[in-house]
């Protein structure tokens, strides 16, 4: 989650879904809560940038975020927002690699 006119993302949370149906209604619920302006998605590349599997991924749901909510969706090259990220062997991460990827993009934007 960021906040625009400070331009500063925090983690807020791991959506633990175990299909589409119950993952688009828990972003549902937190848009519905939120109302943010646009959406933004890490794009899994190679370290060299090239693109695989997890690239046309991310893509398709950006897509379906877009086709769903209506909202603007950004990509935003998520490579390495995890290896900065000290953390113990099997700890979730990924809510404080959302925010590294979202700080990224106001740091660019």
Known sequence: MGNTM?????PFKVINAIDN??????????????KPARLVVGLPVHPD?????????????ANQLHGRFGLPVELVDERYSSAVI??????????????????????TN
């Open 6 to 10: 400070l331009r500063q993302a925090e």
């Open 21 to 34: 149906a119950t993952r688009f209604a828990e972003i549902q619920n937190m848009l519905d809560e939120w």
């Open 49 to 61: 940038g090239a693109e695989h599997d997890m690239t046309a991924r991310a893509r398709k749901f």
């Open 86 to 107: 000290s953390a113990k062997r099997g700890e979730v991460i990924d809510d404080r690699a959302a925010a590294i990827i979202l700080q990224q993009y106001f740091d």
